[in-house]
């Protein structure tokens, strides 16, 4: 699996100036956040687990960026002094990478690659690098790349106007160990010199994915309008929809500076039992994601957790209403994937039931780490001020903001 990906965000945007004069292209503002926000995220949803971001340009804005933004994320960056070239940069980030096969990616284009099927393409043909190919209709903007039966590259062309083609989308599986036994000049062209020298062993996948460049003005302009989410509207909720629930502080009361311990301890918030036989009917997936870290600590058993789960669900369905499924991340490390507000969890709900689209999803809880979970996630999130009222609301990272789960309910 490939776990690691190097984001190459230190061009200078000359195309974009005018449109977002003084920022790194990736740091530009779509839909209220930076853009490099939802190649992030993406690339996580992916398997991602470990970031490399190759800076040069406005480095500061980004590091700045990433600390304040992302202080839970494994990452790492390599700065530029000065200019390096595509494959100076790639050559720099090489430096900090502990695969042997690592996805480079560009930080101011999105493309939803398959990351697996790219990966079994890759790894069955051995290849130093493997490309993932967008097909696209009347364009002039983008050269082509010729693949032939076997999916090896032959060919790439300059760029003209192409009424069908196949282009270098900017995302690719890059062999480190193969790379580095080359002797690379400090500056030069990933592109021209290592891609198009014919001397390696390409592939292409071909895949008609999701692609954006916000390179140039018009592009830019345009995800403003396709990244927008619209206001969350509780009434439109069906079974179509579900809906994400953190535990302690949400389902149950809290114990402040610990953690519930067994089923004893464990205690329903008033009305608790009577909200999830509602959700029952509004909702076609009910899925509870918990950061449990007292078993990390040692102070309860995985099995001590199982065994709260069990009862709580068995309660919740005497009264009616259900849990389709328990996601917990026991884990101390705040870098882990899958621990709030890291999406793991939600990704591997997804992963497990494709059915689950995001697009109508729910994160409730009660912590501002929930809220952050569920933007990373790219759901919708509703905040319940049960355990943290000052919260400030409005928020960025809230959609809607109730006293209680069962008031949430009561507005459905």
């Not at 926000?37 to 480095?59: A, C, D, P, Q, T």
Request: charged residues 30%.
């Amino acid at each position: 699996m490939i776990k690691e990906a190097i984001i190459l965000a230190g061009g200078l945007g000359t195309r974009l100036r005018d449109a977002v004069p003084d920022l790194p292209k990736c740091m530009a503002q779509v839909a209220d956040r930076p853009f490099l926000f939802y190649v992030i995220n993406y690339l996580r949803s992916e398997g991602i687990e470990k970031f490399i971001f190759s800076l040069g340009y406005k480095h500061e804005i980004i590091e700045a960026y990433l600390n304040d933004q992302f202080p839970t994320l494994n990452y790492q960056c390599a700065i530029e002094s000065e200019p390096l070239g595509t494959g100076g940069a790639i050559q720099l980030a090489n430096s900090k990478t502990s695969q042997e096969n690592v996805l480079i990616t560009n930080g101011d284009t999105l493309f939803k690659i398959d990351l697996a099927e790219l990966s079994a393409l890759h790894f069955k043909k051995n290849a130093d690098a493997t490309l993932a190919l967008k097909p696209m209709v009347d364009f002039d903007r983008y050269g082509i790349v010729e693949t032939d039966e076997n999916n090896a590259i032959i060919n790439f062309r300059e760029k003209q106007f192409c009424s069908k083609g196949n282009i270098n989308g900017g995302s690719y599986i890059l062999n480190i160990k193969s790379f580095k036994e080359n002797k690379w000049p400090k500056v030069f062209s990933f592109e021209k010199d290592f891609l198009e020298s014919n001397e390696f062993n390409l592939y292409g996948s071909v895949q008609d994915k999701y692609f954006i460049d916000i390179g140039i003005p018009e592009d830019y302009k345009k995800a403003q309008t396709e990244f927008a989410k619209p206001t969350l509207d509780l009434k439109k909720i069906d079974n179509h929809w579900t809906i994400f629930i953190d535990r302690d502080g949400v389902i149950n009361p809290e114990k402040k500076e610990d953690y519930i311990l067994n089923w004893d301890e464990f205690k329903f918030y008033d009305g608790i039992k009577e909200a999830f036989k509602i959700l029952n009917d509004k909702f076609g997936e009910i899925i509870i994601v918990s950061n449990q870290r007292g078993v990390g600590r040692g102070l309860m058993t995985e099995e001590d957790l199982q065994n709260i789960h069990v009862n709580m669900k068995d309660e919740i369905f005497k009264a009616g209403g259900r849990i389709d499924k328990i996601y917990y991340c026991t884990s101390t490390d705040k870098f882990h994937p899958n621990r709030k507000p890291n999406p793991g969890m939600a990704f591997k709900a997804k992963t497990e039931n494709p059915e689950i689209d995001l697009d109508k999803t729910i994160m409730i809880g009660n912590k501002l780490s929930d809220m952050q979970f569920g933007k990373n996630a790219g759901v919708y999130t509703v905040f319940v001020a049960t355990t943290n009222k000052d919260t400030p609301f409005p928020h960025s990272d809230i959609d809607l903001r109730f006293e209680s789960l069962p008031d949430f309910v009561e507005a459905l």
